[in-house]
């Protein structure tokens, strides 16, 4: 093994549990989106629950992998389905449509009302962990730039990033591993000098690609133990057991 000096993370389902604050978020959103539809409350309830569904999530924060969020394979069948969920209800398509879409834009704004320091008790003392030890750490994520700035400061790690890619910049996504290699040239870094920590098989492919020298996925995202463990080095119910990693941390 490599001597490790840099980590990269993704960010939703890493750093925290994807559904536990991104559901209760959505449920929030629809909630107020919907107040205006002349549903009632037994049908806005039930059209809810219906929707997150069909989009990936409950509100209680479980996630399902055949969402529209995480399962773009099937982007086209999941957008009907869920066009025809929302005609059976009288609703208009294009007021949801819109909707959704600034929800998937993750908006800084909507982020920064319905989130806390709360939503995020582990993430802080593993990233405060690994940046007193030495490590170079980066982020790189699918969200926008403004919606993961604010997720930063709640978790309180801001100042401890050096690195950070997002879905605004020009740089390809993951599990292409462009990313990778700019944070390699940043840095003067080698691959196998860069750890890389994921909830996802395009996480884990992304280090794989960019011939990361250790990959470490955690179960908070969407991910399956058995698909995972095929290309993770070491495998953590969430970013809390990275504290004990005998190679981040020997």
């Not at 539809?37 to 055949?66: I, V």
């Not at 990233?127 to 007193?132: D, N, Q, S, V």
């Not at 003067?188 to 920590?197: H, K, M, P, Q, Y």
Request: contains cysteine.
């Amino acid at each position: 093994m490599p001597t490790i000096k840099a980590i990269l993370f993704d960010k939703d389902g890493t750093l925290f549990g994807y559904g536990r604050v991104w559901g209760p978020i959505m449920s929030d959103y629809i909630d107020r989106g919907l107040e205006g539809t002349g549903l009632d409350e037994a049908g806005r309830r039930e059209y809810k629950d219906r929707l997150m569904r069909a989009a990936g999530f409950d509100s209680e924060g479980g996630t399902y992998p055949d969402g529209i969020i995480f399962s773009h394979k099937g982007f086209l069948r999941s957008f009907w389905r869920i066009f025809r969920l929302t005609v059976s209800y009288g609703l208009n398509p294009f007021y949801v449509g819109r909707l959704s879409y600034r929800f998937l834009r993750k908006n800084g704004d909507i982020v920064a009302s319905a989130i806390s320091e709360e939503h995020f008790p582990d993430a802080y003392p593993v990233i405060r962990k690994a940046y007193e030890r030495g490590y170079i750490i980066g982020v790189v994520t699918n969200d926008t730039e403004a919606s993961a700035s604010v997720f930063m400061e709640k978790m309180r790690i801001r100042q401890y990033i050096s690195f950070l890619r997002t879905k605004d910049g020009r740089t390809r996504r993951k599990p292409h591993p462009g990313a990778l290699r700019e944070f390699c040239r940043e840095f003067g870094l080698r691959s196998e000098e860069v750890a890389v920590i994921g909830d996802s098989l395009s996480d884990m492919l992304f280090a794989r690609n960019g011939k990361a020298g250790y990959a470490v996925a955690v179960m908070t995202g969407f991910g399956s133990r058995e698909e995972l463990s095929r290309y993770a080095d070491a495998i953590y119910d969430d970013i809390s057991g990275l504290a004990g990693d005998r190679v981040l941390f020997p």
